[in-house]
């Protein structure tokens, strides 16, 4: 059973950062392609940030230049570092992972619960 655990987000002013992990119950992690989508009210799940199994990443457009995502495959974790974060950013950020890889319009087959990040003006 794959169990991914969201924390790390919370209440920041815009222009300020947050880094969100998502830890992974698996011995296979470091095979897996991991991905970030978030959700805001009254709207539909979006595309966020991905990372390959070999490293490779893609951003949405809305948070190219201001998101990094990364893994630390040792500790089963991939992380989503937020900056210069805009009000637009608020939402429930989940956790995404598959084996078979994932797309921005094709998520992976397993979700974490999600946390929220809430922005400010």
């Known amino acids: 059973q794959v169990q991914l655990v969201e924390s790390g987000g919370g209440l920041v002013q815009a222009g300020g950062s947050l880094r969100l992990s998502c830890a992974a119950s698996t011995r296979t992690f470091s095979s897996a392609d991991m991905g970030w989508y978030r959700q805001a009210p009254g709207k539909e799940r979006e595309f966020v940030a991905a990372?390959?199994?070999?490293?490779?990443?893609y951003y949405a457009d809305s948070v190219k230049g201001r998101f990094t995502i990364s893994r630390d495959n040792a500790e089963n974790t991939v992380y989503l570092q937020m900056n210069s974060l805009k009000s637009e950013d608020t939402a429930i950020y989940f956790c995404n992972a598959d084996w078979l890889g994932l797309l921005p319009e094709a998520p992976g087959r397993f979700w974490g619960q999600g946390t929220q990040v809430t922005v400010s003006s």
């Open positions: 990372i390959r199994w070999s490293g490779g990443t």
